[in-house]
Antibody
Framework: QLQLQESGPGLVKPSETLSLTCTVS??????????WGWIRQPPGKGLEWIGS???????YYNPSLKSRVTISGDTSKNQFSLRLSSVTAADTAVYYC?????????????????WGRGTLVTVSS | DIQMTQSPSSLSASVGDRVTITCRAS??????LNWYQQRPGKAPKLLIY???SLQSGVSSRFSGSGSGTQFILTISSLQPEDFVSYYC?????????FGQGTKVEIK
C-alpha cells in the first residue's frame, strides 16, 4: 500500500525559506504512471495547489507562487521536496503532498488520489 | 485561472437524507471535475473523478453528474460519517483549482 509522509519544520520565520520533504513508501516516485504534487490549506480555509513534478524532473507551478517555489525529487531516497522562499504569515497552512493518478475514460483524466497526512507550518517570528 | 464555486457553503441534513452539492466552473471544463471528502484534521479523500466515475473503494451512495460548467455531487442516503466537508476540483487546465468547500452538518 503506497503511503506518503510529509516532514519538516513546523515553525518558520518570516522572510525565510520553508522546506518540506515527502517520503513515499510502498511505491516508487520513478514510476512513469504518476506525477507528484504539493497542496496547502490555510487553517479553516480551502485548498490551493502549489505545484507538481514528474520523476524526470519536469515541474509545474501555480503562477501565483511560481517566483517563490521549487519542487524537486530524489529518486535514490524516493522523496520529493518543496521549497517556498520569502515566507509571510499568509503562507501559514497545512501542507500536503499527494500523488496524481490518471484514468482513461473517454480521454485521460487526472486527480489527486493519494495524500499524505499533512503537516502544519506556521510562519511567525 | 478557472474559478470553481460551490453551493451551498454549508447545509444541514439528517441521517438518511438525500443531499446534493453543486459546483460551477467559470468556463467550460468538459467533465474534468473531481470531488473530494475531507474529515476534520485529515487529508482530502478522492470520491469521484471525471465528473461521474466512482473511485475504487468509495461507497455507491456517492454519485456525480454534470458537464461543461455545472456539476452535482449527490449523497443518496446520508450516513453519520458523511457529515464532513466536500470539495470540487477542476483538472481541465493548469493551475488546478478547488471550490471553497461545502460543510454538511447534522440537523
Amino acid at each position: 500500500q503506497l503511503q506518503l509522509q510529509e516532514s519538516g519544520p513546523g515553525l518558520v520565520k518570516p522572510s525565510e525559506t520553508l522546506s518540506l520533504t515527502c517520503t513515499v513508501s510502498g511505491g516508487s516516485i520513478s514510476s512513469s504512471s504518476y506525477y507528484w504534487g504539493w497542496i496547502r490549506q490555510p487553517p479553516g480555509k480551502g485548498l490551493e495547489w502549489i505545484g507538481s513534478m514528474y520523476y524526470s524532473g519536469r515541474t509545474y507551478y501555480n503562477p501565483s507562487l511560481k517566483s517563490r517555489v521549487t519542487i524537486s525529487g530524489d529518486t535514490s531516497k524516493n522523496q520529493f521536496s518543496l521549497r517556498l522562499s520569502s515566507v509571510t504569515a499568509a503562507d501559514t497552512a497545512v501542507y500536503y503532498c499527494a500523488r496524481l493518478g490518471t484514468a482513461t475514460v473517454t480521454t485521460v483524466y487526472w486527480y489527486f488520489d493519494l495524500w499524505g497526512r499533512g503537516t502544519l507550518v506556521t510562519v511567525s517570528s | 485561472d478557472i474559478q470553481m464555486t460551490q453551493s451551498p457553503s454549508s447545509l444541514s441534513a439528517s441521517v438518511g437524507d438525500r443531499v446534493t452539492i453543486t459546483c460551477r466552473a467559470s468556463q467550460s471544463i468538459n467533465t474534468y471535475l473531481n470531488w473530494y471528502q475531507q474529515r476534520p484534521g485529515k487529508a482530502p479523500k478522492l470520491l469521484i473523478y471525471a465528473a461521474s466515475s466512482l473511485q475504487s473503494g468509495v461507497s455507491s451512495r456517492f454519485s456525480g453528474s454534470g458537464s461543461g460548467t455545472q456539476f452535482i455531487l449527490t449523497i443518496s442516503s446520508l450516513q453519520p460519517e458523511d457529515f464532513v466537508s466536500y470539495y470540487c476540483q477542476q483538472s481541465y487546465s493548469s493551475p488546478p483549482t478547488f471550490g471553497q468547500g461545502t460543510k454538511v452538518e447534522i440537523k
